[in-house]
Each structure stands twice: as C-alpha cells, then as structure tokens.
Nanobody
Framework: QVQLVESGGGLVQPGGSLRLSCAAS????????MGWYRQAPGKQRELVAS???????NYAESVKGRFTISRDNAKNTVYLQMNSLKPEDTAVYYC??????????WGQGTQVTVSS
C-alpha cells in the first residue's frame, strides 16, 4: 500500500506565499516523476508543475516565475513553493507520483484559497 500525505495548504492573501509538501510512504520504489496538479471549482484538473528524478522541472505558463517545484529523493517528498499568489490560484492541489515503472498514485488534495 502506498500513501501520499499532503500538507501546507490554507488561506492566504493575494501576493502571499505558501509551501506545499507531499510525502510518499509504504511499499513505494523507483519513483520517477513527481508533480502537482490543481482543480478549481467547475474546471478540469490541470498540471501545475512536475519534476523528474534528476531534477528537471516543467511548469504551467500561468505559474512560471512564481512557483518552484523541488524534491528530496531521500525522503520521497515533493514540494511546491508558491509565491506571489493570485486569486486565480485558488484550487484544490493534488500531488501525483509515478513509480515502479508504471504505477501512479494521487494524494488526497489540499485546499489553497487566495483571498483578501
């Protein structure tokens, strides 16, 4: 059984920052890519950022220059540093991990609300 535990979401004012964490535990091995997705009410889930095992990162255009994805392979953890947050960043954020060659596991989601 593999579990992903997310943390770090919350309510923040526009222009503020949050840091999301997602830690994998259980019988997980050979983690490849790790990523963050988000889903706003009435919208489809979209990729926010992803990072390969060697550290190559990819970002959605809407977050480039504001968000930074990183990972700690020793801790099986992926992070998302979110700066200069905007109201349109409000969504449920989900982490996703590809592992074992062909498995994919999703986190339970964490709410991020950007509002004054």
């Amino acid at each position: 059984q593999v579990q992903l535990v997310e943390s770090g979401g919350g309510l923040v004012q526009p222009g503020g920052s949050l840091r999301l964490s997602c830690a994998a535990s259980g019988s997980i091995f050979s983690i490849n890519s790790m990523g963050w997705y988000r889903q706003a009410p009435g919208k489809q889930r979209e990729l926010v950022a992803s990072i390969t095992r060697d550290g190559s990162a990819n970002y959605a255009e809407s977050v480039k220059g504001r968000f930074t994805i990183s990972r700690d392979n020793a801790k099986n953890t992926v992070y998302l540093q979110m700066n200069s947050l905007k109201p349109e960043d409000t969504a449920v954020y989900y982490c996703n991990i590809a592992w074992g060659g062909f498995y994919t596991t999703w986190g339970q989601g964490t709410q991020v609300t950007v509002s004054s």
